[in-house]
Nanobody
Framework: QVQLVESGGGLVQAGGSLRLSCAAS????????MGWFRQAPGKEREFVAAIRWSGDNTYYAESVKGRFAISRDNAKNTVYLQMNSLEPEDTAVYYC?????????????????????WGQGTQVTVSP
């Protein structure tokens, strides 16, 4: 089992930046791809970014390309989401998720059902 805890959310003005962190514990000796999702009030949870175990392959939703960057430090069992040029439309609860690296065959896995473990989420609010 893997436990995930997000941190780093908060309030920021449009155009500002935040860095989210997701700390993993438990069976971290296994290899996992990691993803970030977000969910705004009244909307479904949507894919934001993902990163493979090695960190050599990253993927982004079109809405955040060029603004967000996902990275990981496996020695610290932590994945990050650097968010720049934030917009009010980015306001949501952000969740990190883990998916067994074994499940990936080179294609992007972007569905909520593709991921096995989820954090509790951290609130990001962007004011106009």
């Amino acid at each position: 089992q893997v436990q995930l805890v997000e941190s780093g959310g908060g309030l920021v003005q449009a155009g500002g930046s935040l860095r989210l962190s997701c700390a993993a514990s438990g069976r971290t000796f296994s290899t996992y791809a990691m993803g970030w999702f977000r969910q705004a009030p009244g909307k479904e949870r949507e894919f934001v970014a993902a990163i493979r175990w090695s960190g050599d392959n990253t993927y982004y939703a079109e809405s955040v390309k060029g603004r967000f960057a996902i990275s990981r430090d496996n020695a610290k069992n932590t994945v990050y989401l650097q968010m720049n040029s934030l917009e009010p439309e980015d306001t949501a609860v952000y969740y990190c998720a883990a998916d067994l690296e074994f499940n990936w065959r080179g294609q992007l896995r972007y569905g909520v059902a593709d991921y096995d473990y989820w954090g509790q989420g951290t609130q990001v609010t962007v004011s106009p």
